[in-house]
């Protein structure tokens, strides 16, 4: 009989197209993947994969099974999702996917509030910035920054929030060397992956063209609260920091619209549903933080 368990990371080496893409997406290390295949090939009799200086590549058969284990995996989560839609208990696992800032700047008060009420709900908060896929039960509940509602798939249930601002901040003690005349430019703080974004612009400050880069938002928001230079940020982000001002004669810029999503049977649940309510509330008392409203111009 074959194990579903090898399946999965067949199916996982295949998307991924390497065996180290695979036990990455499955948080396991590479040896795993590496038996579990040998298992299923051992079963089926067949080799799954040709090994390429490029990757790993599906054979004739591999591509054979490729098409039932999908449809093995498709099976798999319709049944799962329906079971899980008529569970009204309130005790059990909740998975919630967000950004990372989201995560760490605004919501985790509110999270730590929903778990201190309802201590038998397991919550996991998965934060990154890999769009979570709901339909294969990746998590129960999304949380994202949408800008083309267009983009949503059509399976998945939609609580449109708050529009999502962000603007360009620098240190309190940077604007006050500026407005004391220091004569140096200032440096602009990039993410090294994103670089300055196309909106910006400096505003009434001098900027040189030499920046600082950063390889993550965290570090991103302490370079410039050290008075590195000035950045981009969500409102929710900067306009919260006591340390941090909006640079003068700079224009907000919308990110997009939050979205709290769920999908299908799932978004039924006693536990899913209570989260939802909870936090679309807490969501809504944001609105005026997260379009940059909640202060007056410095």
């Not at 309130?90 to 929903?114: E, K, N, S």
Request: net charge neutral; with cysteine.
């Amino acid at each position: 009989m074959i194990d579903w368990d090898d399946v999965r990371y067949f199916l996982a080496a295949a998307r991924g197209g390497s065996l180290r893409a695979a036990a990455k997406r499955l948080g396991v290390n590479h040896a795993t993947v590496l038996r579990r295949i040998a298992q299923l090939e051992e079963r089926l009799g067949a080799q799954m994969f040709e090994k390429l200086p490029s990757g790993y590549r599906l054979t004739a058969a591999g591509e054979e099974v490729l098409q039932l284990a999908e449809q093995m995996e498709a099976s798999s989560h319709q049944l799962e999702t329906r079971v899980f839609g008529r569970d009204q208990s309130v005790r059990g696992l909740l998975r919630v996917t967000l950004a990372p800032t989201l995560a760490t700047h605004l919501l985790m008060p509110d999270f730590a509030d929903f778990a201190r009420l309802h201590p038998d709900i397991e919550m996991e908060i998965v934060s990154s910035g890999e769009l979570a896929n709901l339909t294969n039960r990746e998590a129960d509940v999304a949380i994202r920054v949408v800008y083309d509602r267009k983009t949503l798939p059509l399976n998945l249930h939609g609580l449109k929030g708050s529009d999502i601002f962000g603007g360009i901040y620098m240190s309190r003690d940077l604007l006050a060397a500026w407005r004391a005349g220091a004569p140096d430019p200032i440096r602009w703080i990039v993410i090294s992956i994103h670089g300055i974004p196309d909106w910006v612009r400096d505003g009434e400050v001098r900027t040189t063209g030499v920046p600082f880069r950063t390889t993550d938002g965290e570090a991103q928001i302490v370079a410039v609260r050290q008075g590195l230079g000035i950045t981009t940020l969500p409102c929710f982000v900067g306009d919260a920091d006591p340390h941090l001002v909006r640079v003068p004669g700079t224009d907000l810029h919308m990110y997009g619209t939050l979205w709290l999503l769920t999908q299908g049977e799932t978004r039924k649940t006693k536990r899913v549903r209570l989260f939802t309510e909870f936090v679309s509330g807490r969501l809504a008392a944001y609105a005026p933080l997260l379009t940059g409203l909640s202060i007056s111009r410095d």
